[in-house]
C-alpha cells in the first residue's frame, strides 16, 4: 500500500489495470465483518443474521448506484471471471431453445473466450467480430453479425490491455432494437468513465472488485429485471438458491461490503480521479516522447481509458525492458498470459506488427500514483530502452538510415 501524500518511493505500482490496491476505508468498512459480525446474511432468527443481511443490502445499493441499477439487479459473485461465465453460459443455457448464436469481439477478456470455446463444444455458434488497429469494433460489423438465431451479444467496455472504449452505447441500441439480449464485461470501465446501465442498454454487466481498489475474489453480475423486461439465467452452481436462485452459495459478506464501499468511493471520487489521471497520463507521454523516439501508442488515441498506456518501445523486447525495470511494476502482453511468454492475442487481433507486439509494454495508472512517481518511471524507462537500443544491430541500422 502507498500511503497519501507520500514522495515517489521504490518500487513503484504501475499495474492498476491487473490489480489495484485495497482503498484503507474499504478495509475499515470491511472489518467489522471479518471480526465480529461474522453472520450469515441467510440466517433470519437472530442478530448476527439481521446484521449481516442490512450489510449486504447497503452493498447492493451501493454497486446498483455506480451503474444506475435497482439494488434487485445485482447477483453477487466471486470476481469478473465468473460473472463473465455465468452471463453467457447462464444466457446461451435458458435462451437455447430460442436460438444458438451468439457474437463477441476478438480481443475480450480470456474468461468470455474461454466461456465462448466451452459452449461452441456443445453445439453453439460463436461469431467472433474483428477489431480495427485501434482496438475498436464497428458497430455496423454487429449489425450485420445479427441474424435470427442470435440470443445474445457481448462486448467488453474498455479492453484491459489497451484501454481502447468500445462506442458500447451505439451497439447496445443496434443490438437491442433487434430485440436480442446485450452483455457487457465493464471491468475496466466501471469506476473509471461514465457507465450506467440504460443509457449502455445493456441488460447484463461484469464487475470486478479488484479492479477498483475493492477486495479480490468479489464480483457482481448486473442482471436486468425490468423494462424491457425479466432476464432468466440457468446457474453455474446448485445449491441453497441465493441470490435469487442465480449463485448459491453463503455470502461473502466483507468481501461484498468492500466492493459496496469501493462503488461508493468510485462514484465520490470518479470525476476529479479521471481529470487528475489523464493529466498524469499526458505528462507520462510527453516526457517519455520528448526523450525517445520510436514509441508507439497501442489503442486509441483518444476513446481511452483515463489511466492507461499501452506502448511499443520499437527495437526493444517488451520482457527485456520489464526485467531491467526491477522497480516499476508494470506489465508486458497480457498479465494473465504473460507466464507462458505468448505474445498478446489483442495487440495481434490489431493487426500490429510481430517486433511491435513484442515490444509492447503496458502502464496503468491508479489513485495513488503522483507527479514524482511518473517522472521516476519516465526516467527509468528512458535510461533503460536507451541501454537496450544502444546494444540492438536493428537500431543502429535504422538510425543510420535515417541520417
Ligand atoms: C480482470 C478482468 C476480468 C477478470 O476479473 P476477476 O475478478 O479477476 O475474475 C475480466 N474481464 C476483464 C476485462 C478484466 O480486466
Same mark, same amino acid.
Not at 490489480?19 to 440466517?43: F, I, K, R
Not at 473466450?113 to 461469431?127: P, V
Not at 451497439?171 to 457487457?184: D, E, N, P, Q, T
Given at each position: 500500500?502507498?500511503?497519501?501524500?507520500?514522495?515517489?518511493?521504490?518500487?513503484?505500482?504501475?499495474?492498476?489495470?491487473?490489480?489495484?490496491?485495497?482503498?484503507?476505508?474499504?478495509?475499515?468498512?470491511?472489518?467489522?465483518?471479518?471480526?465480529?459480525?461474522?453472520?450469515?446474511?441467510?440466517?433470519?432468527?437472530?442478530?448476527?443474521?439481521?446484521?449481516?443481511?442490512?450489510?449486504?443490502?447497503?452493498?447492493?445499493?451501493?454497486?446498483?448506484?455506480?451503474?444506475?441499477?435497482?439494488?434487485?439487479?445485482?447477483?453477487?459473485?466471486?470476481?469478473?471471471?465468473?460473472?463473465?461465465?455465468?452471463?453467457?453460459?447462464?444466457?446461451?443455457?435458458?435462451?437455447?431453445?430460442?436460438? !444458438?448464436?451468439?457474437?463477441?469481439?476478438?480481443?475480450?477478456? %480470456?474468461? *468470455?473466450?474461454?466461456?465462448?470455446?466451452?459452449?461452441?463444444?456443445?453445439?453453439?455458434?460463436?461469431?467472433?467480430?474483428?477489431?480495427?488497429?485501434?482496438?475498436?469494433?464497428?458497430?455496423?460489423?454487429?449489425?450485420?453479425?445479427?441474424?435470427?438465431? $442470435?440470443?445474445?451479444?457481448?462486448?467488453?467496455?474498455?479492453?484491459?490491455?489497451?484501454?481502447?472504449?468500445?462506442?458500447?452505447?451505439?451497439? =447496445?441500441?443496434?443490438?437491442?432494437?433487434?430485440?436480442?439480449?446485450?452483455?457487457?464485461?465493464?471491468?475496466?470501465?466501471?469506476?473509471?468513465?461514465?457507465?450506467?446501465?440504460?443509457?449502455?442498454?445493456?441488460?447484463?454487466?461484469?464487475?470486478?472488485?479488484?479492479?477498483?481498489?475493492?477486495?479480490?475474489?468479489?464480483?457482481?453480475?448486473?442482471?436486468?429485471?425490468?423494462?424491457?423486461?425479466?432476464?432468466?439465467?440457468?446457474?453455474?452452481?446448485?445449491?441453497?438458491?441465493?441470490?435469487? =436462485?442465480?449463485?448459491?452459495?453463503?455470502?461473502?459478506?466483507?468481501?461484498?461490503?468492500?466492493? =459496496?464501499?469501493?462503488?461508493?468511493?468510485?462514484?465520490?471520487?470518479?470525476?476529479?480521479? /479521471?481529470?487528475?489521471?489523464?493529466?498524469?497520463?499526458?505528462?507520462?507521454?510527453?516526457?517519455?516522447?520528448?526523450?525517445?523516439?520510436?514509441?508507439?501508442?497501442?489503442?486509441?488515441?483518444?476513446?481511452?481509458?483515463?489511466?492507461?498506456?499501452?506502448?511499443?518501445?520499437?527495437?526493444?523486447?517488451?520482457?527485456?525492458?520489464?526485467?531491467?525495470?526491477?522497480? *516499476?511494476?508494470?506489465?508486458?502482453?497480457?498479465?494473465?498470459?504473460?507466464?507462458?511468454?505468448?505474445?498478446?492475442?489483442?495487440?495481434?487481433?490489431?493487426?500490429?506488427?510481430?517486433?511491435?507486439? !513484442? /515490444?509492447?509494454?503496458?502502464?496503468?495508472?491508479?489513485?495513488? $500514483?503522483?507527479?514524482?512517481?511518473?517522472?521516476?518511471?519516465?526516467?527509468?524507462?528512458?535510461?533503460?530502452?536507451?541501454?537496450? %537500443?544502444?546494444?540492438?544491430?536493428?537500431?543502429?541500422?535504422?538510425?543510420?538510415?535515417?541520417?
Amino acid at each position: 500500500m502507498i500511503p497519501k501524500g507520500v514522495e515517489h518511493q521504490l518500487p513503484i505500482y504501475l499495474d492498476h489495470n491487473t490489480t489495484t490496491p485495497l482503498d484503507p476505508e474499504v478495509l475499515d468498512a470491511m472489518m467489522p465483518y471479518l471480526t465480529h459480525q461474522y453472520g450469515d446474511p441467510a440466517s433470519r432468527s437472530h442478530a448476527w443474521g439481521w446484521v449481516a443481511e442490512e450489510a449486504v443490502d447497503g452493498a447492493r445499493e451501493q454497486v446498483a448506484t455506480l451503474i444506475g441499477a435497482q439494488p434487485e439487479e445485482i447477483v453477487f459473485t466471486s470476481g469478473a471471471t465468473e460473472s463473465d461465465n455465468l452471463a453467457m453460459k447462464g444466457i446461451a443455457y435458458a435462451y437455447r431453445s430460442q436460438g !444458438h448464436h451468439l457474437i463477441t469481439q476478438e480481443t475480450e477478456h %480470456r474468461a *468470455i473466450l474461454d466461456s465462448c470455446s466451452t459452449l461452441e463444444k456443445d453445439g453453439f455458434a460463436i461469431t467472433y467480430l474483428p477489431v480495427d488497429r485501434h482496438g475498436m469494433v464497428d458497430p455496423e460489423a454487429v449489425r450485420a453479425a445479427l441474424t435470427e438465431k $442470435t440470443i445474445l451479444v457481448s462486448i467488453m467496455h474498455a479492453n484491459h490491455e489497451t484501454g481502447a472504449i468500445q462506442p458500447l452505447a451505439e451497439i =447496445g441500441r443496434i443490438v437491442k432494437a433487434r430485440g436480442v439480449l446485450f452483455h457487457s464485461d465493464a471491468v475496466q470501465a466501471v469506476g473509471k468513465i461514465e457507465c450506467q446501465v440504460d443509457e449502455l442498454q445493456a441488460d447484463l454487466l461484469s464487475i470486478s472488485g479488484h479492479k477498483m481498489y475493492g477486495p479480490k475474489g468479489v464480483g457482481a453480475l448486473y442482471v436486468r429485471k425490468t423494462r424491457p423486461r425479466r432476464i432468466k439465467l440457468v446457474p453455474l452452481l446448485d445449491g441453497g438458491g441465493h441470490e435469487r =436462485g442465480m449463485r448459491s452459495g453463503t455470502l461473502n459478506v466483507p468481501g461484498i461490503v468492500g466492493l =459496496g464501499k469501493a462503488c461508493e468511493l468510485a462514484s465520490r471520487v470518479r470525476l476529479t480521479e /479521471a481529470e487528475r489521471l489523464a493529466r498524469l497520463r499526458s505528462r507520462f507521454l510527453e516526457r517519455l516522447t520528448q526523450d525517445l523516439d520510436d514509441v508507439h501508442l497501442n489503442g486509441h488515441p483518444t476513446q481511452c481509458l483515463p489511466n492507461h498506456l499501452n506502448l511499443s518501445f520499437e527495437f526493444v523486447e517488451g520482457e527485456a525492458l520489464i526485467m531491467g525495470l526491477r522497480e *516499476i511494476a508494470c506489465s508486458s502482453g497480457s498479465a494473465c498470459t504473460s507466464s507462458t511468454l505468448e505474445p498478446s492475442y489483442v495487440l495481434k487481433a490489431m493487426g500490429l506488427r510481430e517486433d511491435l507486439v !513484442h /515490444a509492447s509494454i503496458r502502464f496503468s495508472l491508479g489513485r495513488w $500514483t503522483t507527479d514524482a512517481d511518473v517522472d521516476e518511471a519516465v526516467r527509468q524507462v528512458v535510461e533503460r530502452v536507451k541501454r537496450l %537500443r544502444a546494444m540492438s544491430p536493428q537500431y543502429g541500422l535504422a538510425r543510420k538510415k535515417a541520417l
